[in-house]
Structures are given as structure tokens and as C-alpha cells.
């Protein structure tokens, strides 16, 4: 499957190329998330369990390190619309908010933090 990188917002491109260089996931969508939003996305089917979960350890040994932000992974089960059920899984970077009534300043303080945080992933 090819993935559509152009598509993708381009802060979380070269993490999302990285994380399927691993061999153990494959994204299926992502959102940066825009403005105020403090929370990314990345959606993914784990295609190594044993990769993935020497990866995700590491993640959430880095998660201790931070402080401006969190790196939650959730496991997302759902049911389609015609009642298949469905498991994937959800990496989350959640900045920690500080300053909601300069919205501009705190737009570029978010966007700021998540470069921040994908450059450490990325040598990782």
C-alpha cells in the first residue's frame, strides 16, 4: 500500500514516514491538529505486535521525560456502520495548555512544542 504522504500535514510527514519505517505499524490517518487544538493524531494498525511493543515502550519511557506535553497510546476498538468491529491504535501528543486567551501566541507556542517533540521522536 502506498501511502499518500503529499496528503498529510506536512509537520507530521517525517514522523509518519519513520514510524512505518519500523516494520511493526502502518498509519491509516493522522491530524496535526490546527489552532488551539492541542492534541495530534496518528492512527495505525499494529503489524508486528513484538516490534511494536519494544517501540511503544520506548515511547513511553521518552512520555517521562516530557514536560510540555504527553504521548498517550490508546488502543481504539469501534464498530463500522454495517456492525464490523474493528481494532486499531491512537498515538496521541497532547501539549499542556497554558495560555487560552492569546490565541495567536498560544497557536505558535502548540505548533512550536510538537516540532520539538518530532524531532526527538525521530532519533529516537
Partial sequence: MKIPY???DVELRPLIYELN????LVTIG???GHGLTYTSEIFFKVT???KWIKLMLRLLELNSELK????NIYQWHRLS????????WKLEIEV?????????EESIRI???????FKRLLKY
Fill in 6 to 8: 503529499e496528503k498529510i
Fill in 21 to 24: 519505517k519500523t516494520n511493526c
Fill in 30 to 32: 493522522c491530524c496535526i
Fill in 48 to 50: 508486528d505486535e513484538n
Fill in 68 to 71: 510540555e506535553c504527553n504521548i
Fill in 81 to 88: 456502520y454495517d456492525g464490523l468491529y474493528f481494532v486499531d
Fill in 96 to 104: 499542556h495548555p497554558r495560555n487560552k486567551e492569546a490565541k495567536e
Fill in 111 to 117: 505548533l512550536r512544542i510538537k516540532k520539538r517533540l
